[in-house]
Every structure is written in structure tokens, then in C-alpha cells.
């Protein structure tokens, strides 16, 4: 399993703007896999026969994800959640070790690296980390480059 993240997790319940929801086969191998990218489970609600009909889990402060049983279409979900400052480096290679399907992380255009996981349903969470060292040159790029109704904050 890969070491907790150095962030703290908001355990508290609280009006989510924004959730995913993800379909599994299999709810406990999902929620034991999503354990080991840094998520914690939050709550799970039983059906009536005991079994549980959603977990809810988290990672950071609205990253919220939920899972529910189902029959997944392969890679027809993705989710990205800012990593926080976590390391994606080590996160990759433990992920990898579990035999987990990673990407990355991969530098993008828009000056992130970025860390794909594919979870055993083919449902996909993207890990996203600002490169520090370019931060200056970024914001100067985006203010000369994108187009649109943003503020750049120095």
C-alpha cells in the first residue's frame, strides 16, 4: 500500500458541490484499491440485505467519490482532483507494484504533471500537480498565450 499522503483528510459531512460516482463490480476490491491511492472511507450505506450499496470516500477537501455496484462501461468515466502536494513519483511506482495500470506522470502543456490510475473497472482518476519551478514563467505564459475571462494572480 502506498504511504498516506502528508495531507489532512476533512472527515466532517458537509453539502458537496461536486461528487463522481463510479460503478463497480466489486465494491470492496474498489474501495481497497481507491486506499491505496490516498482516499479514506467516509461512510458506507448498507442495502437491505446488508451488502453495501455505496461507499463514500475521500481524499482532500471535495474530492469526494462515491462507488456504487453496477456494471462499469470501461473507460467511460474520469475524475481529476488536485494532488494536494503529494508526490506523484513514489505514488506511481507503489501503484505499479500493487500491478495497478498507471500513466505518468506526465508533464502537460498547461504546465501540470499529471498521473493517470486506471482502477480495475476501467474507471479513471487523474492526479494533477502544478510544476513549482515554471510557476513564474506559466503565469507570464497564460497571461501572453490563453484567450478568455480569467485573472492570473501574481
Known amino acids: 500500500?502506498?504511504?498516506?499522503?502528508?495531507f489532512t483528510i476533512d472527515r466532517?459531512?458537509?453539502?458537496?458541490?461536486?461528487?463522481?460516482?463510479?460503478?463497480?463490480?466489486?465494491?470492496a476490491a474498489?474501495?481497497?484499491?481507491?486506499?491505496?491511492?490516498?482516499?479514506?472511507t467516509l461512510a458506507t450505506i448498507p442495502g437491505a440485505d446488508g451488502t453495501p450499496v455505496l461507499v463514500h470516500l475521500r481524499r482532500m477537501t471535495y474530492q469526494d467519490l462515491l462507488l456504487v455496484p453496477g456494471e462499469?462501461?470501461?473507460g467511460s468515466t474520469t475524475v481529476s482532483f488536485a494532488a494536494g502536494g503529494q508526490d506523484?513519483?513514489?505514488?506511481?511506482a507503489a501503484l505499479r507494484a500493487q500491478?495497478?495500470?498507471?500513466?505518468?506522470p506526465t508533464d502537460t502543456p498547461?504546465?501540470?504533471?499529471?498521473?493517470?490510475?486506471?482502477?480495475?473497472d476501467g474507471n479513471r482518476v487523474i492526479l494533477t500537480s502544478p510544476r513549482e519551478a515554471e510557476l513564474a514563467y506559466a503565469k507570464e505564459w497564460?497571461?501572453?498565450?490563453?484567450e478568455g475571462d480569467f485573472v492570473v494572480e501574481n
Open 110 to 120: 498547461w504546465f501540470t504533471s499529471d498521473l493517470t490510475i486506471h482502477d480495475p
Open 142 to 146: 497564460a497571461r501572453e498565450n490563453i
Open 99 to 104: 500491478g495497478a495500470r498507471i500513466e505518468g
Open 1 to 6: 500500500m502506498s504511504e498516506r499522503p502528508a
Open 30 to 40: 474498489a474501495e481497497a484499491f481507491y486506499r491505496a491511492v490516498g482516499f479514506i
Open 72 to 74: 462499469p462501461e470501461r
Open 12 to 27: 466532517t459531512v458537509y453539502p458537496m458541490p461536486m461528487f463522481v460516482t463510479f460503478q463497480v463490480t466489486d465494491i
Open 88 to 92: 506523484l513519483v513514489p505514488l506511481a
